[in-house]
């Protein structure tokens, strides 16, 4: 519940931000000429990206979470999230995980416990371009069965 309370709050302050810059995209049109135009178009384009870069977190957001309530390991002597101790090591499931991948396991669920191996390990590129590639993957899966 803390969590989407905090996505909401960000949302509100994005969604503030984007009010202020199209008052102020609303005020240089309003003062005409090619400055004027030009400035609003360049705030315009701002706003358009803020609201582009948010809708894809959230998207991303809300994927991640769809599998992380999806995801059970299957790889002998993976653990769920409920069932690993505190002082598990994170090297020790990275390694494991990156074995797996890398001997041709393609499923969503390698490339999941990949990304949360990573986000262990605080590598948050890496942990995102697998989580990315297993979103892929089961939304692949997914179109195979129905």
């Known amino acids: 519940m803390r969590r989407i309370l ?3 709050v960000l949302l509100v302050l994005t969604a503030i ?3 202020g810059l199209g ?3 609303w ?5 005409g000429g090619a400055v004027g135009w030009g400035l609003a178009a360049g705030v315009v384009i701002l706003l358009a990206l803020t609201v582009w870069v948010t809708w894809r977190e959230v998207l991303f957001g809300l994927a991640a979470a769809r599998l992380n309530r999806l995801y059970a390991p299957t790889a002998p002597g993976a653990l769920s999230a409920d069932e690993a101790p505190m002082d598990l090591d994170p090297r020790a499931e990275f390694e494991a995980a990156r074995t797996a991948v890398q001997d041709g396991d393609d499923s969503w669920q390698a490339h ?3 990304g949360c191996a990573y986000d262990a390990l605080r590598d948050r ?3 995102r371009e697998q989580i990315r590639l297993a979103i892929a993957a ?3 899966q997914e179109n195979d069965r129905g």
Do not use: D, M, N, T
Not at 27 to 31: D, I, N, P, T
């Open 23 to 25: 008052w102020i995209a």
């Open 17 to 19: 931000y984007c009010w």
């Open 112 to 114: 999941f416990r990949l």
């Open 27 to 31: 005020g240089f049109s309003r003062a």
């Open 125 to 127: 590129k890496h942990a």
């Open 138 to 140: 089961e939304r692949e």
């Open 6 to 8: 905090s996505v909401l």
